[in-house]
């Protein structure tokens, strides 16, 4: 993995905006590299009532009305919460978008539920695309692309229903509002998310770069608490990419109709150097 350093011992005070972007960055990129991370996903099974076995993942599996669940034959194992299982193992109801992560021979197993289905995903550090991977290319940081908005709530949460990486699939999430914003003295808004802090938000969205130097089906941005006034910043220069950007063995959900940016943002994460390679993305 590439990675461009700046110390800060080094640099004029003015730089302060580049080294805190590069530090970001560079975090950004390590945990994308995680050993167990979602470059090392290895396959994305689908499961259904039917009990069935699948590559590189011991047992057989199927959903049941009260969740996954695993029958394991004599010499298998999984690791769950520090214990070996062996034998039948029922998990329980799975939320949507939740999971949980166990430990299977050379690796991980992913049990999760995505779209209304429950799912499995085994992730190997020694899988091809981890380790073959090169960091991400990004346009260079400019302040010009960090923007404040205003964020405008709905009277109550709305349920927004969006497509996803894999085709058929769709995710509702809950809506709490827009965030308006202007390019270049072009007024724009965004349908908002909830965030991973709480009261924090997230976008989806596509721009006139989207297909040509930025990934196609979609990037997301990360956004701070709205302040007291509503007020809050979009900085574009930390829009990444989804895992699908990376590999096919995600689920992730599409931009809202309305997330489709009539401007070129020329910030943020360009399109992986293994979409550039002839959209290749090693299954193995």
């Not at 193992?89 to 978008?97: K, S, T």
């Not at 689920?251 to 009539?262: F, K, S, W």
């Not at 150097?273 to 290749?280: N, Q, T, V």
């Amino acid at each position: 993995m590439t990675n461009d350093t700046v110390s800060p011992t080094a640099v004029d005070p003015r730089l302060d905006f580049e080294v805190a972007w590069w530090e970001w960055h560079r975090r950004h990129e390590e945990v994308r590299a995680d050993p167990h991370g979602f470059l090392a996903v290895t396959g994305l099974h689908w499961l259904t009532s039917v009990p069935q076995r699948f590559p590189e993942v011991p047992g057989e599996w199927h959903t049941a009305a009260d969740g996954p669940v695993v029958a394991l034959d004599d010499g298998e194992l999984l690791v769950i919460d520090g214990r070996q299982v062996r034998g039948r193992h029922e998990f329980g109801p799975i939320a949507e978008r939740a999971g949980v992560t166990v430990g299977i021979d050379g690796g991980v197993l992913e049990v999760a539920r995505r779209g209304g289905h429950d799912i499995l995903r085994p992730r190997r550090p020694e899988h091809s695309l981890r380790l073959g991977y090169r960091g991400t290319p990004t346009y260079p940081p400019d302040r010009r692309w960090v923007l404040s908005g205003h964020f405008v709530p709905f009277d109550s949460p709305r349920p927004t229903t969006v497509g996803a990486a894999v085709e058929g699939l769709t995710h509702v999430y809950d809506a709490p509002g827009q965030i308006e914003f202007a390019v270049d003295g072009v007024p724009l808004r965004l349908t908002a998310f909830n965030g991973t802090a709480p009261g924090s938000l997230s976008v989806l969205f596509t721009d006139t770069t989207s297909g040509v130097t930025t990934y196609p089906a979609n990037r997301i941005l990360a956004v701070g608490t709205p302040d007291e006034q509503g007020r809050v910043t979009l900085d574009f220069n930390r829009a990444t990419n989804l895992p699908c950007a990376y590999t096919d063995f995600a689920t992730c959900p599409l931009p809202p109709a309305e997330n489709r940016l009539p401007v070129a943002v020329e910030a943020g994460e360009k399109i992986p150097y293994e979409r550039l390679a002839g959209d290749s993305v090693d299954r193995s």
